[in-house]
């Protein structure tokens, strides 16, 4: 019984009806761009989140770009950025004429912590992008405490919740990817904004289109990144089950343990006071490329997203840190994203950890 790694079909097809219904409407309205669909889930976003706005956007790498300006990053800047997270996350800096920082994580959860962030903070560093990575939550209160403004990147974790409220209200400002795979996705390349911050809102609705309010004055120079109305229309029908699929999501990391997965491998650890919805279910492993053979051999979905962190890659040697970065490094060689989606049943779960357990027998130096 083959499990893939994900399955976007299956939470997609009791819906199939009423998203061709919406794009059909759309097409009848003959208003594509920055239309009521769009304006009503901006509106429905911004309430889901637990924020005044939500500006939607192509998607989440000009989502990261166009914060950072409304937060007036600029030349000789510095943006602290974990460097185990996909690469968008630091290269949407550059752009802004900042520098990239990049710290490290903590390999248990994944995410960037304050002690990580004070190790290279400066004072020129102008914000802090917190990558809630794979759903888990990076705990943005305590890196605020250290005085510069953190900009969420909550990509992965649409669903996800803390004491604190959904990530996207956590910081000043967060950013947002609707990718296909994404806990909630569109059908092409969408992203969006959110903040409580009426000056910010405003600048990052002028810097989506020109520079403008109005088509006409020009007060930025901006960029070309808007929300289409066909994505908006997708993303509104998607958007009243996210927490059903969220809690499915963590019933399917349940089924993992109950099976008997922690007695192989090493879990992903939820942030204190954290509920993800766990974009991705990412294991640790000595070996965990030997069982990504073993799990493809047998015909299931596993994949390592971030076996180069960022500082390694070539395009990022001008930024690479001088010292070294060891909890992203553990993470890197070690981890492996298994099966996840709302509807992962108990008995594939058992599956899956059968196959990791067949792998683990037959490498035994694999922990």
């Known amino acids: 019984m083959p499990v893939p790694l994900f399955d976007t079909q299956r939470q997609i097809a009791p819906l199939r009806a009423e998203i061709l219904a919406r794009i059909e409407a759309v097409i009848q309205g003959s208003r594509f761009i920055l239309g009521p669909e769009v304006e009503a889930f901006e509106r ?134 609707f990718f296909p795979s994404k806990n909630l996705g569109c059908f092409g390349d969408g992203g969006a904004v959110t903040t409580d911050d009426p000056q910010l809102a405003e600048r990052v609705r002028m810097l989506r289109f020109h520079g403008s309010k109005d088509k006409v004055c020009h007060e930025l120079i901006g960029c070309n990144s808007r929300l289409d109305e066909i994505q908006a229309a997708v993303l509104r029908v998607q958007l009243p089950h996210i927490d059903r699929w969220a809690e499915g999501r963590r019933a399917a990391a349940a089924h993992y343990q109950q099976a008997g997965l922690g007695d192989l491998v090493s879990l992903p650890r939820a942030s204190a006071g954290c509920e993800p919805a766990w974009h991705l279910y990412v294991i640790k492993a000595e070996r965990a490329d030997a069982i990504a053979a073993s799990l493809t051999a047998e015909g299931h979905g596993c994949r390592a997203y971030y076996r180069t962190p960022i500082h390694r890659q070539r395009a990022m040697a001008a930024y690479a840190p001088s010292r070294p970065l060891k909890g992203t490094e553990q993470a890197a060689s070690r981890h492996l994203a298994i099966p996840m989606s709302p509807s992962l049943s108990a008995a594939q779960a058992r599956e899956v950890t059968g196959a990791i357990g067949r792998a683990l027998a037959a490498a035994p130096r694999a922990l």
Do not use: M, W
Request: proline fraction near 7%; aromatic fraction near 6%; charged fraction near 20%.
């Open 44 to 177: 429905e976003f911004a309430a889901y989140c637990g924020t005044e706005h939500a500006i939607g956007v192509a998607n989440g790498t000009d989502a990261i770009t166009i914060a950072l300006r409304a937060l007036r990053v600029k030349d000789g800047d510095e943006v602290i950025v974990p460097s185990f997270t996909f690469f968008a996350s630091a290269e949407a800096i550059p752009p802004t004429g900042a520098r990239p920082v990049f710290c490290d994580i903590d390999p248990e959860t994944f995410c960037l912590t304050a002690d990580t962030v004070k190790e290279v903070l400066t004072p020129r560093t102008k914000a802090v992008i917190a990558v809630h990575l794979f759903g888990n939550l990076a705990p943005v209160a305590e890196i605020e405490a250290l005085g510069v403004p953190v900009l969420e990147d909550a990509a992965q974790a649409t669903g996800s919740r803390c004491a604190h409220g959904r990530p996207g209200s956590l910081g000043r400002i967060a950013t947002f990817s």
